[in-house]
DNA sequence: TAGTAAAATTAGGCAACCCTAAATACGGCA
DNA sequence: TGCCGTATTTAGGGTTGCCTAATTTTACTA
């Protein structure tokens, strides 16, 4: 008996959730003048939508208490989540998009997609669960896939690892990253790593590559073992 | 010169463009009511935006003289034309959508995606000249390649033709002249033509079909010769 | 516990678009 | 030429969302 009113979401509704999604995902608060931020948006904008937001039942909202997405909420959130992810890995995989580029075409595609074209691009790349930064892409039920996540710069010296996710959008980083010959399945070794959070130095086949600390906490991997 | 401001248009301006372009396509006027039928708007509303577009220089404007597209307006609408038409090609051609089907998924996606994005699509299906329905889909330069068009029911009995384009949106239609075995290439024989706007009857392959005057006026077919 | 800086909300506005109801212009016919 | 119906525009409103400036709340520190 769920209101399964036809809720189409406006542009602006789907961007709220998605970011407040994604600040309480990284275990922040959804504050106010952080979903301005992460918006691009003035605080009293926020403000304000948040409280229609609340009365549509997609959150839970005490002033000046910070905010927090309902059941329904949540499942808007995934919901783009999950047609952000397939676009991205639609457009790169059978379209030639890199890696870098693809972010914002599916920032804007996200909003105007049906459901029936997001599933059939997700059968047409055989239901991927993960996207091409390596994200886990929801599920149609709203489950998704957890990714092991290991930091780059956690990895001891020796130790061998894959690349799983890269949490980051931003071209330039993505294409640095790229430039180095990682992406998502990469194999490589860890050879040194600064104190203090300095840089990490890794070989990938014959070449070895310096990732500063603050990109290298972006690159999720897992410990694949012991170098030869 | 030319002011090449970043003209991102709304989606309601777009819808504009491409309505009166439609409209003054087939020969008609474009007056506020034409446009706010199309529409399925109010004339007032037309009326005023009419006024916004005018200072846009999408479109010349005299009140109670009706509208006409400056250069600009057209550019504006020839591009939305080529994205839709593009679109219907991809999503029939590359992701199983059925002819009838498509429409609607494209007018949403006509106004979300890039231009790299349809350029990208275009070169994947060979850069088509006509869409699906056969309508032929403006190149970037805005030049579009005529399709030959007889009406369906001006063809002679005894004649051959081929279907080239069939110009409905409305897919009860469309489900129908798929169903008879029709699309565009298809050839056929006319067998019989009432006279007084009556059915015109068909041959293709070993069926007969029999096609209403409405509907085949929809079908532009190109005479190929006399039946053997 | 008072004082203050930061965070959040309220007040007041604006632009894009849409609508209904009321006025006005146009065009054709008597 | 004058009248009348239709087309069009003007008047007046509403909603969504965003903004700046002003106010209020909170939380921290002295």
Chains 1, 2 share one sequence.
């Not at 399964?4 to 509704?13: H, M, Q």
């Not at 409280?51 to 995934?78: D, I």
Request: net charge negative; proline share 6%.
């Amino acid at each position: 008996m769920t209101a399964l009113t036809a809720d189409e979401l406006t542009t602006s509704v789907e961007d709220y959730l998605k970011a407040i999604y994604a600040i309480t995902r990284q275990g922040h608060p959804a504050t106010t003048s952080e979903i301005a931020h992460w918006l691009n948006l003035s605080p009293p904008s926020v403000s304000g939508m948040v409280k229609r937001l609340a009365e549509q039942g997609l959150l839970e909202y005490q002033p000046y208490k910070g905010v927090e997405l309902t059941a329904k909420g949540r499942r808007g959130a995934l919901t783009i989540l999950r047609r952000h992810r397939i676009i991205e890995a639609y457009l790169v995989e059978r379209l030639g998009y890199s890696w870098d580029s693809v972010h914002q075409e599916a920032e804007r595609l996200e909003h105007a997609v049906s459901e029936v074209l997001i599933e059939r691009m997700a059968d047409a790349l055989g239901n991927p669960e993960f996207d091409p930064h390596g994200d886990p892409i929801p599920r149609p039920d709203g489950s998704m896939a957890e990714a092991t996540s290991t930091p780059m710069p956690d990895i001891e010296v020796g130790q061998e690892g894959v690349l799983h996710q890269v949490r980051s959008n931003d071209a330039e980083q993505l294409r640095f990253i790229a430039s180095v010959g990682l992406k998502p399945g990469t194999v490589f070794t860890v050879v040194a790593q600064q104190p203090f959070h300095g840089p990490t130095t890794i070989r990938i086949g014959d070449t070895e590559q310096v990732i500063g600390h603050e990109l290298g906490s972006l690159l999720r991997c897992e410990v694949s073992g012991e170098q030869g």
